[in-house]
Every structure is written in C-alpha cells, then in structure tokens.
C-alpha cells in the first residue's frame, strides 16, 4: 500500500507522476498535485532534495487528496526528515545513497512506520562499481544486480515494504533489465523510460517500453518521464491503461475513420473539434466521427454514438441506428449533448428519445447515400484501377 493506494498483488496498474515545483513551495507544489489527481494520477513524487523541502512536505502531505512520495536524492538524513512530514512512500536511488548503514537506518524507519519504499535504480546514475563490474556499460544485468544488492540490504533489517524499478532512457534496454528482474523477484515493480523526452517522441519512446511490458504481464505502477507539464503524463499514463483495458475507461474514446475519396467532410478538424470539446468530460463511451453516411454508420456500429457527414448536414446514429438529422456546423455540440444522455439515461433511453425523428433521419441518409453514390460512383478511392495495375504487375 501506498497511502490508500494497493500497489501490486493484483491490484489495479497506478499512474504516477510527479511535481516540478520546489516542494518548498508547498502552495505551488499542492496546486500540481490536485492537477494531477484530476488528470487521473494515482500517485505523487515530490523532491526531497533539502531540508526546506522536507518542511514543505510536511505541509504537503496532510492536504494532498493522493498519496506521495518523497524522491530522495543524495542524503539519506532526507528520506528520514521526509518519513518525519508524513510522506507515504520513499524512492531510494542506489546509485546515489551507498553506505549500507545508511540504507538500514533508512529501511528500518521506514519499517517502524509501515512506509514502502521504492528501490529506484537508474541507467544513467548506476553504482559506478556496478558499471565496472560490467564491462564500463550499463547493462540490464548490472541494473538488476544493483537492485537485487539493494533488496539485501533491506532484508537484513526484515524490511520487505519494496517496490522496484530499473529505468533507463533505451527502451531495449530497460525493457531487458525489467524482463530479468521480474524473473528475480516477485516484489511490485514500477515502469518507466527515463527522461525520455518532450512528446511526442517521448510519449511514444515511453509507451513502447511501458506497453511491451505491461502486455508481458511485467509491472504494477507505472510513470511517463517526459519533458512536459505533469499532467501530460498523467493524462499519457491512464490513455495507456485504458487502451490496453488495465483500467476503466474514464474519458471519451474518441474513433474516427481515416477519411477518403467519398469523406463528405474534413474529418481530421471535426474529429479534432469534438475531442476539443469533450475535453476532460468524464463520459466513458466510445463516439465515432465518420467522414461519410455511405460506409459510416455500418463501419462504426458497435460505437455507443457517432455522427457520419452528408450533403452538409450530419447523420447521428446510436448504436449503427439513424436517429437525427443536424446542419454540419452543430455535428459536435449535437455528439455532445447525446453522448451526456447516453451516459445519463442510457443508448435504449436515447433510441427511445429519438422515436420521432428516426424515420426521417434513416430516410434522410438514403438520400445522401444514393447521391453520394451517385456523384462518386461505387469505387470512390479508384481502388479497382490500382487492382488492374497491380494484376499487370503479375502478369
Ligand atoms: S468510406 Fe466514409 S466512413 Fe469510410 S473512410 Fe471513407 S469517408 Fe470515412
């Protein structure tokens, strides 16, 4: 446990994050912290780099609505000023605390109080000792024996409060180094590519590394390092998780067809527009933009609602079914506004509510079928002469 948060043992993956306040600024650090709880963050690192910091975290803690964690960095008399505040996890860096007995001061305090800790080792700030032993490389064995040293030195205490991570900024390279380790241990294990970078090379960096593991059945919390404003990473980490269904959806999942030579509309700005406008809205339903009323409907059924463009206007449909007819300037409030009804009353409630306008609105998108048809023909996308060309290719 993390505060209130269960952290491996089959419990949910968490999102993590942290804050780039000096946490001295308890004011400013407190403000990044409710952001992050309401972009969806489970859980939050502060620096505990000073002893002001460590004051900050005392007034931090009691009024954080998540968990957090003190990152220690270099001086292990932070960690227990940082359990002193209140904190509700520690993150060690064995590469930069050494001394064994400092580690055991820290692991037993920890231990009085119940609080885990997080062995967090670092590519790229690795027990030089390790980096001999190894050739003078990072290696994911080398990362994994500084974890492992670590877990000893806890273990001599009878401290077993202990998450793991082994990050580096080289996706193969941690994805080995967590591979090996969770054949080590069975203790919790933490993501992350380090400093992966701005997005969206490092949210894409990051999701490789984090989303090859998780599929693996590797990790229990996981964080997104990138060069942005926390709450992107946030947003970034619970994206992930939904995606690959670790966790409830909470927001939109917003499809929309790639567009092509029968799209009635530019579906890159509609879909951008609507995603614009759910925003933050908590409607956990998947909604469909469709560049055509030919093919939109049927390639979109199994969404809860979506609208597909016609002759200037759009066709709404619920559950692949027409229910209503909008001049193409309202597609987006209207997907709006039904998307809040269907997640208030229900898709039955709103193909009840749409009893009188269903009729015309499936006539309606005969209409524009039959004319789209018409003016572009049965082969849109000229795919038939692409065909021929490919079949003179064998021939
Ligand atoms: S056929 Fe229609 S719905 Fe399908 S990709 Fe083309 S425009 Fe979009």
Redesign the pocket.
């Known amino acids: 446990m993390v505060g209130d948060v269960p952290v491996g043992g089959g419990a949910p993956i968490t999102i993590q994050s942290m804050t780039i306040t000096k946490t001295a600024d308890h004011e400013a650090t407190r403000q990044q912290i409710y952001g992050l709880a309401a972009a969806g963050c489970d859980i939050v690192r502060c620096t505990c780099n000073e002893p002001e910091a460590a004051e900050g975290l005392a007034r931090i803690v009691p009024r954080s609505p998540v968990p957090i964690i003190a990152d220690i960095h270099h001086q292990y008399r932070r960690a227990l000023e940082a359990l002193e505040a209140g904190v509700h996890g520690l993150r060690l860096n064995p590469g930069n605390i050494r001394k064994p007995e400092h580690i055991k001061t820290v692991a037993r305090e920890a231990k009085d109080r119940g609080i885990p800790i997080r062995i967090g080792v670092n590519g790229g700030s690795l027990d030089p000792a390790l980096y001999d032993k190894y050739g003078g490389k990072v290696t994911p064995e080398a990362m994994v024996e500084s974890a492992l040293q670590e877990i000893a030195y806890f273990e001599e205490v009878d401290f077993d409060l202990i998450k793991i991570s082994v990050k580096a900024s080289s996706v193969p390279l941690m994805i080995e180094a967590y591979r090996q380790l969770s054949e080590a241990t069975d203790h919790p294990l933490h993501l992350g590519v380090t400093e992966a970078g701005p997005p969206p090379t490092g949210t894409l960096k990051a999701t490789a590394g984090i989303a090859t593991l998780l599929a693996e059945g590797i990790g229990d919390t996981i964080r997104y390092s990138l060069t942005a404003d926390p709450v992107e990473e946030a947003k970034a980490g619970r994206q992930l998780l939904e995606a690959m269904g670790l966790r409830e959806r909470k927001n939109i999942d917003l499809i929309a067809?790639?567009?092509?030579g029968?799209?009635e509309v530019d579906?890159y700005t509609v879909a951008q527009d609507a995603m614009t406008a759910f925003g933050e809205r908590e409607i956990p339903l998947q909604v469909a933009v469709?560049?055509?009323v030919?093919?939109?409907p049927g390639?979109a059924r199994d969404a809860d609602l979506g609208i597909?463009a016609g002759n200037k206007r759009g066709h709404l449909f619920v559950k692949g079914q027409n229910v209503m007819v909008v001049p193409e300037d309202e597609m987006v409030d209207t997907l709006v506004e039904w998307a809040e009804f269907i997640h208030e009353h229900g898709a039955d409630a709103a193909l009840e509510k749409a009893k009188a306008t269903k009729d015309a609105a499936r006539k309606a998108a005969q209409e524009d079928r039959d004319r789209n048809l018409g003016e572009r023909g049965e082969d849109a996308n000229e795919s038939e002469a692409v065909i021929a060309e490919i079949r003179r290719g064998e021939g």
Do not use: Q, Y
């Open positions: 067809c790639p567009s092509c029968r799209a579906v469709m560049g055509c030919v093919n939109g390639e597909a």
